[in-house]
């Protein structure tokens, strides 16, 4: 067998690799809850430039920074009021550059996260457009239109918000008169941009290249199947589907054909960017799309180099589940010359420990060992992988905090705890005992902004460091022998014949990676120790709920 500590070595990571993205491990950063260096209770970018060490020694590729824009906040920076500037509560400009810089001295990239499917009430164009009259330019740039009915009281169509309640608010015009609606497919303080407008693209075009020549490594997409609605607006056959389902699911508001063109300009103007320093510019899009052969659309050559690929994220713990939607991506995505981009969790999901063990009894530590195997899992199959931040901790979501902290707009719309998304965004643990567990640089008394639970303790970074056994050494240690094993994002895999409740397949001539979903031992499907291994295992045996790497014929 191969020396564990001898592939080690092989590692390094460079700012100028070629293709770096094909089969990058890029680890999302929800700015808000990383780490606050002003004691507010806030993460901000100081903060991130803070932790850049601690990715670096984790062996991540490159950091996902979620919006850190002026904003009302309304969702937490999803609701952009300038695309040009930093919030003050997250800095300012001149602080993300010295984090741009200091992450390249690590060798890190740094995505941005942009939104252009809808901007902030408070952006100055929505504001000007509100004050413009029916039919005006300014309205041109979003959707206003008017209410059915004799005196234009109802909606202009039929179609409801994702957040839940209608997808249009109607506006008070100049007279004082009540006006036109506007479309929003989020909250209404989240109105859509109209893409069919040219000044908006002619807006985003220059948004793109303010950050690129700040010497960012690219972006990803925040609603990329979105920007255009059908052009007539018509009624959906089954309005609520969105809200019902929290997706992008009404045919006639998502993934119309038009978006294509955006993809590939957009594509362009990356290409320019790389072809004057040779310093490749990532396009990655969060695509909500109904079936992989749809997503494949995306990630053609001249389009997205990559989208997030959420069917392995949305498969039940199974097998046969997990098999087909692997097979899939590599059969329709990968089929385009890009590579599968696999997510397990990001800022808006139940955080995969508490999601992998429902319905288990509390404490069986079924969901850590789930997640530990499919953290196992994602890091052996070829393609890029996305970690959101705390899951290379193993922290379970936080089930129970109290509605009067609660901040995420469907819990504010709906009333309903059912699918809110601040349990996962609970600010990290670092050190101590007690909260603020090092998140703040405040006294001990400073507040996080969503409060942390006692047991939080148990999973500060200072305790996983130190702990070989904890879920952050199995992260490092699958990221350090995936890029020492010949570059084990690329390829294909060969499945293996396996008994019911396995998975197991091979990577290149000698790497295997086998899953066992059930409960209960079964014979492992290469003799000798394991390489890598979610769990305790013996020779010959692969236990419940673990994932192992062998090398074989060795």
């Known amino acids: 067998m191969h020396n564990k500590q001898a592939l080690l070595t092989d590692r390094s990571i460079g700012v100028n690799r070629h293709h770096w993205w094909r089969d990058a491990v890029i680890y999302q950063v929800y700015v808000r809850s990383f780490l606050d260096s002003t004691g507010d209770g ?5 903060g991130v430039r803070a932790g850049l060490p601690y990715l670096r020694k984790l062996g991540v590729d490159g950091i996902w920074l979620s919006p850190f824009y002026p904003s009302p906040q309304h969702d937490h920076g999803y609701d952009v009021a300038d695309y040009r500037d930093v919030d003050p509560v997250y800095g300012d400009l001149g602080e993300f550059d010295r984090l741009v810089t200091a992450a390249h001295r690590l060798g890190i990239r740094v995505l941005l996260d942009i939104v252009p499917n809808h901007c902030s009430s408070g952006h100055p164009w929505f504001r000007e457009a ?5 039919g005006s330019p300014e309205r041109a740039r979003f959707h206003f239109a008017d209410g059915r009915g004799p005196d234009g009281s109802e909606p202009p169509n039929n179609w409801h918000a994702m957040f839940g309640g209608p997808a249009w608010t109607r506006v008070t015009e100049a007279d004082g008169r009540p006006g036109q609606w506007y479309l929003h497919m989020f909250t209404p303080e989240q109105p859509d941009w109209n893409w069919r407008d040219p000044e908006v693209a002619a807006e985003f075009d220059q ?3 303010f950050w690129l020549d700040r010497g960012v490594d690219g972006f990803r997409i925040d609603v990329a199947a979105g920007l255009f609605k059908h052009p007539e607006l018509p009624d959906s056959p089954d309005p609520e589907a969105d809200a019902r389902t929290r997706d992008s699911v009404n045919p006639l508001a998502w993934n119309q054909p038009e978006v294509h063109d955006v993809w590939r300009h957009w594509r362009a103007v990356c290409e320019e960017y790389t072809a004057r320093d040779g310093r490749e510019r990532l396009l990655v899009g969060e695509v909500s799309v109904p079936s992989a ?8 050559p001249d389009e997205l180099h990559q989208a997030f690929f959420f069917d392995l994220l949305g498969a039940p713990w199974d097998a046969d589940a997990f098999r087909k939607v ?3 991506a590599m059969q329709d995505i990968a089929g385009t010359g890009s590579t599968v981009t696999w997510v397990l969790n990001n800022h808006d999901q139940v955080r995969t420990v508490t999601r992998y063990g429902e319905p288990a009894p509390e404490g ?28 290379e901790l193993g922290l379970p979501e936080v089930v129970d905090l109290p509605d009067d902290v609660l901040t995420d707009p469907i819990f504010r719309r709906t009333g309903s705890r059912a699918r809110i998304r601040d349990g996962c965004r609970v600010p990290l643990p670092w050190s101590g005992h007690a909260s603020p567990f090092g998140f703040t640089s405040g006294a001990e008394s400073a507040k996080p902004w969503l409060p942390q639970p006692e047991y939080f303790a148990e999973y500060a970074t200072h305790r996983a460091l130190a702990d070989t056994r904890s879920s952050w050494h199995l992260y490092r240690d699958g990221l350090q022998l995936r890029s020492a094993l010949h570059q084990l994002g690329e390829g294909t895999l060969r499945w293996l014949d396996t008994q019911p409740g396995v998975l197991a397949f091979a990577r290149g001539d000698d790497l295997v990676c086998a899953v066992n979903f059930g409960t209960a031992p079964v014979p492992a499907p290469v003799a000798g120790t394991p390489l890598l291994a979610s769990g305790p295992c013996r020779p010959g045996e692969l236990p419940g709920s673990t994932a192992a790497w062998w090398i074989d014929g060795s």
């Open 293 to 300: 052969r749809e997503h494949a659309k995306y990630v053609r």
């Open 207 to 209: 948004v793109l290249r």
């Open 326 to 328: 692997i097979s899939e």
């Open 364 to 391: 069986s530590g079924l969901g850590a060992a789930r997640a530990r195997a499919a953290a196992l899992l994602m890091l052996a199959l070829p393609g890029a992988a996305y970690i959101y931040q705390g899951e």
């Open 130 to 134: 509100l004050a413009a009259a029916p």
């Open 42 to 46: 806030i993460g901000d970018l100081a």
